[in-house]
């Protein structure tokens, strides 16, 4: 589960079979606002997610090693091709363009 940047946005998804991506409007501090699921083509439950610096991407991982880039305001995945350099609030995903491995 993750705010985005603009604080508008709230993402996340289920730990259980093949999970789609789920987003919530924050109206106010005190209230939630329309919802709306987002199908990314993960295969295996997701285990983490990343916002875009902008708040339109989702960058989210599977517990089957898959990496799938979301746009939300087109609510459908884009090319891992066309996403390499957006800047992300933060990586908290195990794989992706930042994640260096160790040989």
Avoid: R
Avoid at 15 to 21: D, P
Avoid at 64 to 70: G, M, N
């Amino acid at each position: 589960m993750k705010i985005s940047p603009d604080g508008k946005l709230i993402a996340f998804g289920a730990h259980g079979g093949a999970s789609k991506l789920e987003i919530v409007n924050i109206v106010n501090s005190e209230k939630f606002g329309a919802s709306y699921e987002i199908n990314c083509g993960l295969t295996s439950a997701l285990l983490h997610v990343d916002w875009s610096l902008d708040s339109s991407i989702c960058v989210v991982n599977s517990q089957a090693y898959e990496l799938k880039f979301v746009s939300i305001p087109g609510k459908k995945n884009i090319a891992s091709s066309a996403a390499k350099d957006i800047e992300f609030a933060s990586w908290t995903c195990k794989i992706g363009f930042p994640v260096q491995g160790v040989f």
